[in-house]
């Protein structure tokens, strides 16, 4: 018979909805959304809500998902292809795929926020400009 500290193979490690909302500091209210969603699917023990490993990782990548730019949409359907038995590859592709499209629309914002910066920098001088000729009229 195993010792108290270990844990038996079947014995999955298990969270409730506020261990996973304090762990990655948000909501309940939003691990509810992401469940409305489709994106978490967490067994019920009566009205208790159980998560395991699977929904816990699913969880940190939404988060990572949005935090890089990506919507719900797209980070559902890279978690839809996810095989915990094969290699991934058709995940991975379609992963590169997206960040390739985010990172090509993140350059070009840059683009034009450098252009704006550097605008507003130019009207900035004149109005200065224009500040000191009436002061010294």
């Known amino acids: 018979m195993p010792g108290p500290d270990v844990v038996e193979p079947s014995a999955e490690l298990t969270y409730t ?4 909302a304090s762990e990655f500091a948000i909501t309940a209210r939003a691990i509810r959304f992401y469940e409305d ?3 978490l699917q967490p ?5 208790a809500r159980v998560y395991g490993r699977r929904d816990r990782g699913r ?3 939404i988060l990572r998902g949005k935090r890089l730019g990506f919507t719900l949409s797209d980070i559902s359907e890279m978690l839809d292809l996810y095989d915990p038995h094969g290699e991934g590859r058709n995940q991975l592709r379609l992963a590169q795929a997206k ?8 350059k ?9 910066i550097g605008e507003l920098q130019e009207n900035c ?4 400009a224009q500040l000191d000729q009436n002061n010294g009229a």
């Open 125 to 128: 001088g004149l109005v200065t």
């Open 99 to 106: 960040i390739n499209k985010r990172l090509a629309v993140l």
């Open 37 to 39: 969603k489709n994106l």
């Open 17 to 20: 909805i506020s261990e996973l």
């Open 108 to 116: 070009q914002q840059r683009r034009d926020i450098d252009e704006v």
């Open 59 to 61: 969880l940190k990548l």
């Open 43 to 47: 067994r019920r023990n009566g009205l």
